[in-house]
């Protein structure tokens, strides 16, 4: 017991630094997000090793800092099993169960799920303590989002629901505000805002929380008016997916 749980802080400690997307590793995590719907009893995550080498796994969840030990991140949720051996072309299924602490009613909460796979041969190397096993772990983290029952609205329209306009910030830049009115996290994954002969872009996206505002960067070009024409974006659904939507100004021509 006491070797696992060194083994388990060492495989953590040396991968926080090392944020990778699921595609380049072996162990592939079915879905980008996971929806925990509060009336479910638990939720499976499934994850498969799609390498030619078994993999050592830990799991676990945090609320947002990605610096987060595993025994520091206090979540009202269990994730099991915690560690366990993956074989190459197996599956493992997490069952994931809300304890039932309370949350926020009235919107969404968002937390992290954290994968962290380490090939065998660094496995080994850290129980020696070989500071090169550095280069073999990989890293994956997705939301998680818990959903109670009852709220207003439903997920895919959130979208269409957030208003906009351009904000100057200190530096001078200017940027496009969204704001969300929902209680559903939205995230865009790529904006355009038009005003006449004249569009801004924001390819980096990002996510609005639930009743907040968030900035895209636009540039240094000042926009024509307060609020843009016309907004085209793209957001993320509850599967992964990309799904473009519009906006238009009261008044804009359609």
Same mark, same amino acid.
């Not at 994968?115 to 850290?126: G, H, K, W, Y």
């Not at 020696?128 to 709220?151: E, V, Y």
């Not at 629901?161 to 910030?169: D, G, M, Y």
């Given at each position: 017991m006491v070797m696992r749980k060194k083994l388990s802080k060492a495989m953590t400690v040396f991968a926080l630094s090392w944020l990778v997307s699921i595609a380049h590793a072996g162990v592939v995590i079915s879905g980008t997000r996971v929806i925990y719907q509060a009336k479910e009893r638990e939720v499976t995550v499934k994850l498969s090793n799609e390498g030619d080498a078994p993999a050592l796994v830990q799991v676990w969840l945090d609320t947002g800092n990605p610096n987060a030990m595993p025994d520091e991140s206090k979540v009202p949720f269990t994730l099991s099993p915690p560690l366990f051996r993956l074989d190459p072309k197996k599956g493992? #299924?997490?069952?994931?169960?809300?304890?039932? !602490?309370?949350?926020?009613? /009235?919107? !969404? @909460?968002?937390?992290?799920?954290?994968?962290?796979?380490?090939?065998?041969?660094?496995?080994?190397?850290?129980?020696?303590?070989?500071?090169? @096993?550095?280069?073999? *772990?990989?890293? =994956?983290?997705?939301?998680?989002?818990?959903?109670?029952?009852?709220?207003? +609205?439903?997920?895919?329209? *959130?979208?269409?629901?957030? #208003?906009?306009?351009?904000?100057?910030?200190?530096?001078?830049?200017?940027?496009? !505000?969204?704001?969300?009115?929902?209680?559903?996290?939205?995230?865009? =994954?790529?904006?355009?805002? =038009? !005003? @006449?002969?004249? =569009?801004?872009? #924001? /390819?980096?996206? +990002?996510?609005?929380?639930?009743?907040? @505002?968030?900035?895209? /960067?636009? +540039?240094?070009? *000042?926009p024509l008016a307060d609020v843009p024409a016309q907004v085209d974006y793209t957001f993320i659904n509850d599967y992964g997916a990309g799904v473009t939507g519009k906006t238009l100004r009261d008044g804009a021509r359609k």
């Open positions: 493992q #299924s997490l069952r994931l169960i809300y304890t039932q !602490e309370p949350l926020p009613q /009235d919107k !969404e @909460s968002l937390f992290w799920l954290n994968v962290l796979e380490v090939p065998p041969r660094a496995a080994a190397s850290t129980t020696a303590d070989d500071p090169n @096993s550095l280069q073999l *772990a990989f890293r =994956s983290r997705i939301k998680l989002f818990f959903r109670p029952a009852g709220l207003a +609205g439903n997920a895919d329209e *959130a979208a269409a629901k957030v #208003s906009w306009k351009f904000v100057r910030k200190d530096n001078g830049a200017y940027a496009l !505000e969204a704001t969300n009115p929902t209680p559903y996290h939205v995230t865009f =994954s790529k904006i355009v805002a =038009s !005003e @006449s002969t004249t =569009s801004w872009t #924001s /390819d980096k996206g +990002g996510m609005v929380d639930p009743g907040a @505002s968030a900035d895209f /960067d636009i +540039g240094n070009v *000042a």
